[in-house]
């Protein structure tokens, strides 16, 4: 199992598309993976010492946040960036579990770690640049994104449902899941628009995945406007003249 | 590498054992029948256990050790799994050849074919260990050429100087004995330098930039907020700062010890009289080395995550 399975023309290869623009990181996906992970495919993710002084627990997608800043005067931009596995074509992860109980599979593209088979070996969580694994010590397993494999084919749901949790809870639409092996699918065309971008790429694991960058900031400095009280009137708005006495006197 | 200080032992342990085991066959190979009965099981036994214990200690540190059998199924791609499976092969000629050796089953025109088996079996399994970690393209420190001659260089000068030393204690002390220790242990001593200098040359071109595809050109990428307010799991797999702080102590201190093992065994030829406390001392100053070397080899890669809690191997 843990060989990858043959690549094909025109595979399907479900992932999600993330629009860095949009993400407010407001933690809904996160929290609304932990929720559905939980109760789902995979032994229930883990949490130790959760009220007490130092909680953790196992979280399959976490969303950093970065500065990103050009000269000194340049007001720098942050970038909210939710990390979960990326599904990616050609996974080590896979290739160097020792019991097969991490595999990738051939008919939709998806990485699944088997709650089963997995020894927590933890070599996998080596293999992986992006960070994406999570061990389990309650159950001594591994875990990662699922792409919510139990909710996508989900028969019981609505059509709309069919879609992962995180991309479901998203309240802004940052998230996007579908067939990027298909060029004329919505995900497909919004990276082909956006300039969807792989991580690491030189890595050569290919992620599915696709992220979207910011948007070009505008080339406009930031300059703090001068306060109206600051300002004399020029004697012709008699209505600013009474705000800025209101805002003089309210001032002191 | 949390729980690493067994491994760290173990590994050392196991590989003394395979390179002691190696260079028994050989020289069953070269020799015939254990001149000695009893230097013979004991320098076997040892090498067996030491083996064992590595084998078995490396189960513990897993998540789920009753299902290790697993481990042996992906040799098709996992070097793991194919460590696995070298080193429980690597018992069938190991037997075969202790059993010949020692008289157990009579067959003296066999010796030389299992002895060799035996070593190419210590060999390999020795190998597959060092790809496990040499193929990691996430790890710059492990992904590189000298990995694999280092481990074998490790167990083959740890193997020598413990054949010596077992040799000494039985009256079976001969000098090419120390001499293969000395070449060995310089041997290695050379690698793990060379390997040094090689990382240390590589430029660090994994850069947070790079790890965000965020930046465009002048562009700087500061980590502002962490997703979590805890250590993650991915943080304590990869923490292991003290070997990292120390770094170039540590290194000091391997090249010392190994520096050390050799001149004790110089010594053993020296002075006749001190043999067994001198092959002694040179086979624990070996055993340290290859303990320290894979305490710093081992955590050190790792570092880089804590930064960012993201990518492996991040500014490493
Ligand atoms: S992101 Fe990591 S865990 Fe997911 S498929 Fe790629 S290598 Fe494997
Ligand atoms: S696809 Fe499912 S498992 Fe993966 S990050 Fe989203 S909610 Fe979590
Ligand atoms: S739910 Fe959407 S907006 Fe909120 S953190 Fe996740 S991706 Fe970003």
């Known amino acids: ?252 | 590498m949390h729980p690493a200080y067994s491994v760290i032992l173990f590994t050392t342990a196991s590989g003394a054992g395979y390179g002691l085991l190696a260079l028994l066959g050989l020289v069953g190979f070269n020799h015939g029948p254990a001149s000695s009965l009893w230097f013979g099981l004991a320098a076997l036994v040892i090498a067996l256990c030491l083996i064992s214990l590595g084998l078995l200690s490396s189960t513990f540190h897993l998540g789920r050790p009753e299902r290790a059998w697993r481990a042996f199924s992906q040799w098709r791609s996992s070097w793991l799994s194919r460590e696995g499976i070298a080193s429980v092969i690597t018992f069938a000629p190991a037997l075969l050849f202790g059993a010949l050796w020692l008289g157990f089953i009579d067959g003296p025109q066999w010796i030389g074919l299992a002895g060799l088996v035996t070593a190419a079996m210590c060999a390999v399994t020795v190998f597959c260990t060092a790809k496990i970690y040499s193929t990691l393209t996430t790890i710059r420190q492990w992904h590189q050429k000298l990995t694999v001659p280092v481990y074998l260089a490790f167990a083959l000068s740890t193997g020598a100087v413990l054949l010596m030393a077992i040799a000494s204690v039985f009256g079976r002390y001969q000098t090419f004995q120390a001499g293969l220790a000395m070449v060995t242990l310089l041997l290695t001593l050379v690698l793990k330098y060379l390997y040094w200098r090689q990382i240390d040359a590589e430029p660090r071109d994994r850069t947070i930039e790079a790890a965000t595809g965020l930046a465009r050109t002048g562009e700087k990428v500061r980590q502002w907020e962490v997703p979590h307010t805890a250590e993650n799991f991915i943080m304590k797999e990869m923490g292991y700062v003290v070997a990292r702080k120390h770094a170039e102590k540590l290194r000091r201190i391997v090249m010392i010890l190994l520096l050390a093992a050799a001149l004790a065994t110089v010594l053993t030829v020296l002075v006749s009289a001190l043999v067994v406390p001198l092959s002694l001392v040179a086979f624990l100053l070996a055993a340290a080395a290859a303990a320290v070397e894979r305490w710093l080899f081992l955590p050190k890669p790792s570092m880089s995550s804590r930064s960012t809690t993201a990518p492996n191997g991040l500014n490493s």
Request: glycine share 8%.
């Open chain 1, 1 to 252: 199992m843990t060989s990858l399975p043959a690549q094909v023309s025109g595979q399907k290869k479900l992932g999600l598309v993330i629009d860095l623009d949009i993400c407010v990181g407001c933690q809904a996906c996160a929290t609304s993976c932990k929720e559905w992970n939980t109760q789902g495919y995979s032994a229930p993710l883990n949490d130790r010492d959760a009220y007490g002084t130092s909680p953790e627990g196992t979280w399959l997608n976490r969303i950093h946040g970065y500065e990103v800043k050009g000269a000194e005067d340049e007001q720098s931009r942050i970038v909210h960036f939710p990390r979960s596995c990326l599904h990616c074509e050609e996974p080590a992860c896979v290739t160097v579990c020792p019991t097969g109980a991490s595999y990738k599979r051939a008919e939709d593209g998806i990485v699944l770690v088997n709650p089963e088979t997995c020894i927590g070996c933890k070599l996998c969580s080596w293999a992986c640049p992006y960070g994406a694994r999570e061990y389990d010590y309650d159950h001594g397993v591994m875990k990662k994104c699922t792409l919510c494999v139990d909710r996508i084919y989900n028969e019981n749901f609505a059509e709309e449902d069919r879609v992962p949790a995180c991309v479901k809870a998203c309240p802004t639409g940052a998230r996007h899941f579908g067939d990027l092996g298909d060029a004329e699918s919505k995900v497909s065309r919004l990276v082909a628009e956006r300039q969807g971008y792989d991580l690491l790429p030189e890595m050569g694991y290919k992620p599915v995945n696709k992220y979207l960058p910011p948007r070009p900031r505008s080339s406009e400095k930031f300059t703090v406007a001068p306060t109206p009280s600051e300002t004399k009137s020029d004697g012709k708005s008699r209505i600013e003249d009474f705000f800025r006495w209101a805002d003089r006197l309210l001032s002191r």
